[in-house]
T-cell receptor, first 113, second 110 residues
């Protein structure tokens, strides 16, 4: 069974530029999550989708971050414009039924200069 | 609000047992999880326990839950260098939100 796929693995941009991350969850998993993990911290939920609907985006900085999950399968997370404090690893995860059993991708590491 | 706390660092010798502790505040948490994160990788689910259990064993891993004190622990028997990683405790609240700790960095010394 293929795992959660994310790309790109690494991205370096300058502040005020834009960046997009892509995630393809495990086949059949209805719930998809985007987490932000800053070095030395635990994962912080940015947005949770159930199929293609948003369940929780309370911690998503909506002035600069956006996410979509078209057709309830893969998802993109966009940051525009990026700030220095957005430097982090962006983790995508999926689960079957919205339980705490999450399957994570390897993450996309963003460095904002 | 809901919170999960863990000690930040633990250092053990190879072959010893490791015990990683976690406390949580939401008494209505239904499931409690342990995830492992190796350097440069995503998180991997290690084990979990349902809130009506007090112990779960899975090979070298033993999870103990004290619901009264809202305390969870993960014991790794015969710790190996490959167990060096960050271990995250997470609690699933009644409204199905997953609350994460900051992680415990386990260093295994030969």
């Amino acid at each position: 069974e293929a795992g959660v796929a994310q790309s790109p693995r690494y991205k370096i941009i300058e502040k005020r530029q834009s960046v997009a991350f892509w995630c393809n969850p495990i086949s059949g998993h209805a719930t998809l999550y985007w987490y932000q993990q800053i070095l030395g911290q635990g994962p912080k939920l940015l947005i949770q989708f159930q199929n293609n609907g948003v369940v929780d985006d309370s911690q998503l900085p909506k002035d600069r971050f956006s996410a979509e999950r078209l057709k309830g399968v893969d998802s993109t997370l966009k940051i525009q414009p990026a700030k220095l404090e957005d430097s982090a690893v962006y983790l995508c995860a999926s689960s079957q039924g919205g339980t705490g059993e999450l399957f994570f991708g390897e993450g996309s590491r963003l460095t904002v200069l | 609000g809901e919170d999960v706390e863990q000690s930040l660092f633990l250092s053990v010798r190879e072959g010893d047992s490791s015990v990683i502790n976690c406390t949580y505040t939401d008494s209505s948490s239904t499931y409690l999880y342990w995830y492992k994160q190796e350097p440069g990788a995503g998180l991997q689910l290690l084990t979990y326990i349902f809130s009506n259990m007090d112990m779960k064993q899975d090979q070298r891993l033993t999870v103990l839950l004290n619901k009264k004190d809202k305390h969870l622990s993960l014991r790794i028997a015969d710790t190996q260098t490959g167990d060096s990683a960050i271990y995250f405790c997470a609690a699933l609240s009644n409204n199905r939100k997953l609350i994460w700790g900051l992680g415990t960095s386990l260093a295994v010394n030969p």
